[in-house]
Nanobody, 126 residues
C-alpha cells in the first residue's frame, strides 16, 4: 500500500487548504483512512478518519466543524478540507490507511494504521 499526500502550504489564519491523499494498493472500499498531524517533538495525533463504507467519520475536537474528511473511491483519493485555519493547526499532516473488515469503524489510534504517507507541511501564519 502506498500513500501520497499533497496540498500543504502556507496560509493565513482564517484561510483554507485542501489536502489530498492518493492511495494505491488498497481499494478505499476496503480501508479505513485517517489523517494525523505532528509537531516537532510531539506525538503524532489523530485529526480525522473515515470508515470503509464512507458513512462514518470522526474528528479531533478542535477540528469539529472546521475540517471535513471525504473520499472518492473511483479515484482512490482521500481529501481533508480544512477551513478557518489557526496557527495551532500548523503541523506536518500524514494520511494513513488500514485494512478492516468493519464497514463503519474508524480508528483514532495511530498504532492501528500500518500504512503511512510521507507527510505534507501545513503552516498557518497569524
Amino acid at each position: 500500500v502506498q500513500l501520497q499526500a499533497s496540498g500543504g502550504g502556507l496560509v493565513q489564519a482564517g484561510g483554507s487548504l485542501r489536502l489530498s491523499c492518493a492511495v494505491s494498493g488498497c481499494a478505499l472500499s476496503s480501508c479505513n483512512m485517517g489523517w494525523f498531524r505532528q509537531l516537532p517533538g510531539k506525538e503524532r495525533e489523530f485529526v480525522a478518519g473515515i470508515s470503509r463504507a464512507g458513512s462514518s467519520t470522526r474528528y479531533i475536537d478542535s477540528a469539529e466543524g472546521r475540517f471535513t474528511i471525504s473520499k472518492d473511491n473511483a479515484k482512490n483519493l482521500v481529501l481533508l478540507q480544512m477551513n478557518s485555519l489557526t496557527p495551532e493547526d500548523t503541523a506536518v499532516y500524514y494520511c494513513a490507511a488500514r485494512r478492516t473488515f468493519s464497514s463503519f469503524q474508524v480508528s483514532t489510534t495511530r498504532e492501528n494504521y500500518p500504512y503511512w504517507g510521507q507527510g505534507t507541511l501545513v503552516t498557518v501564519s497569524s
